[in-house]
């Protein structure tokens, strides 16, 4: 009964723990997605032109159609959109509170071991 | 006594798993779209020169200007994610003073260094000032005629990158919702040459 207790409760606080570490992972993972995977999905340029042309534009007058690599403009227009946003500043917010989980799940784990071998030795068990 | 510690110890693992989800889903508030057409001053063009510095005192933005060019993948390379963010010119868009769209770029973020040097674009408005300062001395100054937040996923190519009979300035980040990592939205900061000041000795 008792060592289905502990053994339920060590269980418990190894899947905190392991639901932390990919936390810290992605954390430290954070600065390389730049190379963006999304942005080629976003390549559609053509047929974003019609549902942006109704909304209140305010460069497409002066932005000609006609889009010939003339002298002094773009030259090679980019595909796709900029990926200028690495957002895993929260994540640091998160990892606090990963760290504060964890650390919960130990001291239960331990306050729990401890209360438990103390009885089973009053015991005598 | 044994049932109170089998409800401390379960009372304690479930804190621990709140504590563990709670923190989770805080996105930043979507950036207002602040689309207004304005008919800059035609200004004439300056001769190509390299921008260096980029200034604008609106949002507290002083910073370099690096080169960027083309991704491996077609896309625009960005600035790299460094504690000392920069922001950064496409090399393939006229110099900020020629007739033409001078496109720059910058983070908004830079994941676990913080905010990017285009953190506060959103917060632009129309009338406000613009500085590049350009490799030979001379400065463009520039001020905005429109910020637009454009879904990444509908990104205006043509309006960004498309010719232009004057100078104008494209300022490009992210914003909008945070997706995974990334950002939902572009922030686009459309502005117009409006004056060019001479070198100053020292100033750079």
């Given at each position: 009964?008792?060592?289905?207790?502990?053994?339920?409760?060590?269980?418990?606080?190894?899947?905190?723990?392991?639901?932390?570490?990919?936390?810290?992972?992605d954390?430290?993972?954070?600065?390389?997605?730049?190379?963006?995977?999304?942005?080629?999905?976003?390549?559609?340029?053509?047929?974003?032109?019609?549902?942006?042309?109704?909304?209140p534009?305010?460069?497409?007058?002066?932005?000609?159609?006609?889009?010939?690599?003339?002298?002094?403009?773009?030259?090679?227009?980019?595909?796709g959109?900029p990926?200028?946003?690495?957002?895993?500043?929260?994540?640091?917010?998160?990892?606090?509170?990963?760290?504060?989980?964890?650390?919960a799940?130990?001291?239960?784990?331990?306050?729990?071991?401890?209360?438990?071998v103390?009885?089973r030795?009053?015991?005598?068990? | 006594m044994s049932?109170?510690?089998?409800?401390?110890?379960?009372?304690?693992?479930l804190?621990?798993?709140?504590?563990?989800?709670?923190?989770?889903?805080?996105?930043?508030?979507r950036?207002?779209?602040?689309?207004?057409?304005?008919?800059?001053?035609?200004g004439?063009?300056?001769?190509?020169?390299?921008?260096?510095?980029l200034?604008?005192?609106?949002?507290?933005?002083?910073?370099p200007?690096?080169?960027?060019?083309?991704?491996?993948?077609?896309?625009?390379?960005?600035p790299?994610?460094?504690?000392?963010?920069?922001?950064?010119?496409?090399?393939h868009?006229?110099?900020?003073?020629?007739?033409?769209?001078?496109?720059?770029l910058?983070?908004?973020?830079?994941?676990?260094?913080?905010?990017g040097?285009?953190?506060h674009?959103?917060?632009?408005?129309?009338?406000?000032?613009?500085?590049?300062?350009?490799?030979?001395?001379?400065?463009?100054?520039?001020?905005?005629?429109?910020?637009?937040?454009?879904?990444?996923t509908?990104?205006?190519?043509?309006?960004?990158?498309?010719?232009v009979?004057?100078?104008?300035?494209?300022?490009?980040?992210?914003?909008?919702?945070?997706?995974?990592?990334?950002?939902?939205?572009?922030?686009?900061?459309?502005?117009?040459?409006?004056?060019?000041?001479?070198?100053?000795?020292?100033?750079?």
């Amino acid at each position: 009964m008792r060592r289905t207790v502990l053994s339920a409760l060590a269980l418990a606080g190894t899947a905190v723990l392991m639901g932390t570490g990919p936390a810290f992972a992605d954390g430290a993972a954070a600065p390389s997605p730049v190379p963006a995977s999304a942005a080629p999905t976003t390549q559609p340029e053509k047929s974003a032109e019609p549902t942006r042309a109704a909304e209140p534009a305010p460069a497409p007058a002066s932005a000609e159609p006609t889009r010939a690599p003339a002298d002094g403009q773009v030259s090679v227009v980019p595909s796709g959109a900029p990926d200028t946003g690495v957002a895993s500043s929260p994540a640091s917010g998160n990892d606090g509170a990963a760290i504060g989980a964890g650390a919960a799940a130990v001291l239960a784990l331990g306050g729990g071991t401890v209360f438990v071998v103390r009885r089973r030795r009053a015991t005598g068990a | 006594m044994s049932s109170f510690s089998r409800r401390a110890v379960t009372a304690g693992a479930l804190a621990s798993l709140l504590t563990a989800c709670a923190g989770h889903g805080t996105t930043p508030p979507r950036p207002r779209t602040t689309a207004s057409p304005v008919p800059a001053d035609r200004g004439r063009s300056l001769v190509r020169s390299a921008p260096v510095r980029l200034l604008i005192p609106a949002i507290g933005v002083d910073t370099p200007v690096i080169r960027l060019g083309l991704a491996s993948d077609g896309t625009v390379q960005v600035p790299p994610v460094t504690a000392h963010d920069r922001a950064g010119w496409y090399r393939h868009s006229p110099t900020p003073g020629e007739a033409g769209p001078s496109v720059l770029l910058g983070h908004v973020t830079v994941g676990p260094y913080g905010d990017g040097v285009f953190r506060h674009l959103a917060r632009l408005h129309r009338g406000e000032r613009i500085t590049a300062r350009l490799e030979n001395g001379t400065a463009a100054e520039f001020a905005v005629t429109a910020v637009r937040t454009v879904p990444r996923t509908d990104f205006p190519a043509d309006d960004v990158y498309g010719d232009v009979d004057r100078p104008e300035l494209r300022l490009i980040t992210c914003g909008g919702a945070r997706t995974g990592d990334g950002y939902a939205d572009n922030v686009i900061v459309f502005a117009a040459l409006s004056g060019a000041k001479s070198p100053t000795p020292g100033e750079r």
